[in-house]
């Protein structure tokens, strides 16, 4: 299939009378061989020898693949990473609002030791509902979507690229989405990684700030808020202006505006201990986040025998971002705890002599212990049984 792909690529680009092509390929249409597909840029020699064809082609592959998936609420744009080696739970990523699934989650699953996973699973990066790069304005009037909807379109992503079950990993609104997901498709979800979520509807004196602000500040400045800590906004760092660059020249901005108000307008998720995930959860919010006291009283909420609380340090509002080491070796525990990846080694925290992780969990709720991780490596992580708090 590879070579296929790749022969196809060459003769749609190769120039007559030349034995190969040194250029870029742009989103080029594979149709009918992969239906709603598109390969990202990348630039790529073609020669004519087959072996280094297919090896073009296989580099094109881990690029990602682009698809449009129909939904029975409308069509979904995902990003598809790696085989689709369905024996194993595919990774599914749902961004923030004001971001997308490349500027979400490209940095921490590009991140060099985060490379032991992500060549383990399939990673499925879903955008809401016109969000994705260069997608097309809603006209005016145009009814968006609930959180409630967006969640009941991802099963037909599951059936699309065949896969039974999911690690969901969610950020912010993304966070709030594949919530509603898990507790609707439970036998779906195997795990749940949520930054930064908020389960509670916006309550009155919310909606009255929200107000406020639309009237004072822009549709960007109000997304920002909700990405950045108070701290983060008003040193104006680097990613605050990058991210502001971003969002003020991109040309769906009003799709963006679109998501904000669905987000904000969501219900109360109604989760207690009664009513929960049924999957190992990992919760996890940068320290001083602008959700970092409703991720603590999500927290409560939850199941303590599988649920993990990590609140991280000098992470800012996405922590995804600026600390993917941290929050690397947090996943690999995480999956580890599940049963996958056992002989993974914690090679980051083996080999520093800094980095430290305290960790005060119970089995069940009857015992605790603390666990302190210096430069000593080797030691098993906790498992979903128990609930593990963490700074670091």
Known sequence: MLRCLAADLWRQRRPRGREG????????SLAPKVAH?????????????????????????DQGQEHNVETPHGVLHVTLHGTRNSRRPAILTFHDVGLDGKSCFLPLFKFEEMQEIVKNFTLIHVDAPGQEEGAAVYPAGYQYPSTETIAEMIPAVLQFFGFRTVIGVGVGAGAYVLSKFALANPDSVEGLVLVNIDTNARGWMDWAAQKLSSVTSSVTEQILSHLFSQEELSSNTDAVQLHRERINKAPHLPNMELFWKTYNSRKDLDLDRGCTFKCPVMLVVGDHAPYEDAAVECNSK???TTTSFLKMAD??????????????????????????????????????????????YSMEGSRSRTLSQGSQGGQMPPSPSQTMEVSC
């Open 302 to 304: 939850l199941d303590p």
């Open 315 to 360: 992470a800012g509002g996405l922590p995804q971002l600026a600390q993917p080491a941290k929050l690397t070796e947090a996943f690999k525990y995480f999956i580890q705890g599940m049963g996958y990846m056992a002989s993974s080694c914690m090679t980051r925290l083996s080999r520093s002599r800094t980095a430290s992780l305290s960790s005060s």
């Open 21 to 28: 092509f040194l250029g870029p390929v742009s989103k080029c």
């Open 37 to 61: 597909c598109r390969l990202i840029t990348a630039s790529v020699f073609f020669p004519a020898f087959p072996q280094e064809a297919e090896l073009a082609a296989r580099i094109l592959l």
